[in-house]
């Protein structure tokens, strides 16, 4: 395979009417934390298609350099496991089994969080995971993993079928969702259910995620351009439902053949179409707003270095980072708790990642980007334990704005 693939064919719908929406020019790959070696660095450019409204990067970094080695851990985020907690009920209430236990597959379980809680629940659990470095997670929680990218090949090599197949935030990540979806039609038993969850594109263009766009994330699903997917596969959308996770997912409940759907996929369809999700026009407004946050948050970095004021971030996600490289910015290091990414640089930058207990032994007041804003009620929580009320917090997502753990003067975003 070409070391980047580029997409000439829409991935939900085939048509060849792709338009460029938000091009980063050359960027380092954003979970790629390193130790001051030089980096290969790779286009990120958002395509939008317009017969279906799908987006998608022009170029597809092989999974292999993305996923063998993998940096997020599920259950790192408290929030999280309660989503996951969530969907288990959500979905053991699809399915029946009669006088059996339920077997669960989870594709790209990653350390295994949602697996230990569907085995909680008394099912039969199995998971396929890439990332070899996450076995000794799923290993410790005693969960079968098999290491396998998933498709049609892996899902017949598993030789066995399922009631329940869940696949949280990995259909975006693959170069071919119609095949993704023909390996779960090929090991699913008849009244199984497929529940999928993605971050939801209407989001990510009305609330200026744009730091959710990089190399991982091939596909920025809207329900109408899932919809395009799911027509071309074994599957119908039974239901989909709008999700807080992840700045904003949907999660679509998908059963074998055709069949009906509730009246939520129409509505959020309608949605979009209020959004002006079909319209080229939504998505160069889109561009220029990311543009208009990133000339301010520059301003405001600026001025505050200008002041001598220390400027340090929380949550080297991989949204962070990649806002860091595209604002271009330097901040004075990066807290995050997940001991994977702690002693390394970030991605593209030399701004170290340092534990939280460095914050402890800060003294004055500090300025935090919330580099996670996803999970920004745990994190402000977080400082205030180490910390107590006298930082200020910064956002840039929607819009660039302080977040007053401790009101100052003068210093506006
Ligand atoms: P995510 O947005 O991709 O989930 O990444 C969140 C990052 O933030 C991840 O590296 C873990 C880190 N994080 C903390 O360090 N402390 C916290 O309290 C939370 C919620 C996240
Ligand atoms: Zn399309």
Redesign the pocket.
Known sequence: MNPCAPVSACRCCGGGRLESVLDMGDMPLANDFHNGEARPRFPLHLLVCQDCWHGQLSVAVPGEALFRHY???SG?????RDHCRQLVAAALGLVSVPGGRPAVLDIACNDGTLLSLFRDAGCDVMGVEPARNLKRYTDRLGMPVVNAFWGTDAALALGRKFDVITAQNVLAHVPDPGDFLAGCAACLNAGGVVLVEFPYSLEMVTRNEFDTVYHEHLSYFSVNSFARLVGRSPFHIADVTRLSV?GGSLRFTLRKGPGPHTPAVGDLLQDEQDAGMFRLSTYREFRERVGASRTQFRALVAGLRAVGEKMIG???????VTMLNHFDVELDYV????EL?QGRLIPGRTIPVVG?EVLRREPGRLNIVV?????LA??R??VRSLRGDRDNLLLYVPGVYCCDLAPREGVTA
């Open positions: 940096a997020y851990l790192g985020s408290r929030t999280f992840h929380y949550g080297a996600s991989a949204k962070g807290v995050d708790d997940t990414k939280p580099l996670a804003w996803n999970w745990e994190i929580e977080r």
